[in-house]
């Protein structure tokens, strides 16, 4: 069995919650790399439906371990209340889950820094989920954050007070320090610390080991390719490394143990928060996806901005992380479409390019170049085989999988587990086995 990378080509909310749950049925670990509970993977059992914040998708399945890697930022409440919440489902996530000693803490005052900077007057606001993770991420780059280690360690009183020493002079100089209590953070933290603690351990020793031992391991992205730090649309970014190699440096698994990289995208695409969309929809039909496919932020509820699939965007995309095949989510929601518009092109001060541009203002001057498909008009969720798709539908696949130059790999047509097909014969088949 291979080890796998899964994750996000577009801005996130691609369905990995979904794919990763399924695929998951055949390894033996899954690892979260990067983010934190600004993720919402969402899953259906039946009539339940789980959506994974901080802990991998996997962990629905009793026999995969689960593992939250060094790269993930960590809000102990909220990781607590995911816990507590998959117990009353029944899931046993004290026995199925470990936790990277090296991973980063989040704390409240992450979350007021955020709304700070968020709130400035002179600034654009990214949109951010408000969940201190971009706060977090800065203190771990600037070598002043906590770590998981730290918290579990009774060490932790000496360091908080000198993280918290200053953020109080940020606090004072916002004139809200009192609205602040230091000292309370400190005694739930310790307070959770003691539940965390027996699930601390090395997870990149933990995942080499599994390995070694030639069990096989699926890397659950979060967020999506462009809106990684690097390779997104900067800086309406997350703050962290949701591209393929985050896998490796958000793990402490190196290249050379990865076979196979999977990228998850849309039928169409969707963003939330602010920042440029080449291909987005503002009329009629945008907002007939945005109900067909309920689109609404998983985490924060705010509607997604929709648009069309955007062939430009997931060649870079592909290219920056290597994927070897990718998943088609939500093809059922085009289903009433007449005809299904595809981004082919940008347009960019008269010239056709096909390349993606690094700055804001550069994205936000592509004319997006579209060629009209036509549509099925017929209901295709949870059709088993490509074959029994309608010819359209099949021929609009063919048409992504020609321009992207990369193979259609599987398909999801529903929410459920068991509406979606592997491709016989795909790559992404063979890395499955
Ligand atoms: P993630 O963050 O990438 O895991 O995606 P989200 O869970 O935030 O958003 C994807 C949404 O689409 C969820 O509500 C899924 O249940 C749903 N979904 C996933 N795949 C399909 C599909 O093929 N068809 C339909 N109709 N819904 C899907
Ligand atoms: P999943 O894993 C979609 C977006 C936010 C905002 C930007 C920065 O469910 O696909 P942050 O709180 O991370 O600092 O916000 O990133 N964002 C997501 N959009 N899906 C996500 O996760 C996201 N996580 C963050 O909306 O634009
Ligand atoms: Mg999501």
Redesign the pocket.
Known sequence: MSNLIVL?AQ????G??KIVDLLSEKFDAVARYQ?GH????TVYLGEKKFVLKLIPSGILRPNVQAVVGNGVVIDPAALLEEIHGLEAAGINVKAQLKISNRAHVIFPFHRTI?KISEGRDDRTA??????G??PCYEDKIARRGIRIADLVDNKFSQLYCSLAEDKQLIATAFKIAEKVDFQDILVRYKQYADEIRPMVCDTSHLLNSLIRQGKSVLFE????TM?DIDFGTYP????SSAAAGGACTGTGVAPNKIDGIVGVSKAYIT?????PFPSEDLGEAGEKIRRAGNEF????G?PRRCGWFDVPLLRYTAEVNGFDSLIITKLDVLDDLDEIPVCVAYEVNGKVMTQMPASTQAIEAIKPIFEKLPGWKTKTQGIPSLDALPKQARAYLKFLEEKTEVEIGSVSNGPERNETMIVPGSKLEKLLH
Do not use: C, M, P, Y
Not at 221 to 224: E, K, L, P, S, T
Not at 297 to 300: A, C, D, L, P, Y
């Open positions: 996000g801005w996130g909310d691609e990995k919650g983010g600004n993720a919402g993977h955020e990214i949109g951010t989920t408000s969940r993770i971009g992205g979060a967020q999506g809106l309406f970014v997350t703050s963003r939330v928060g602010a920042g932020g998983s985490v924060t705010r």
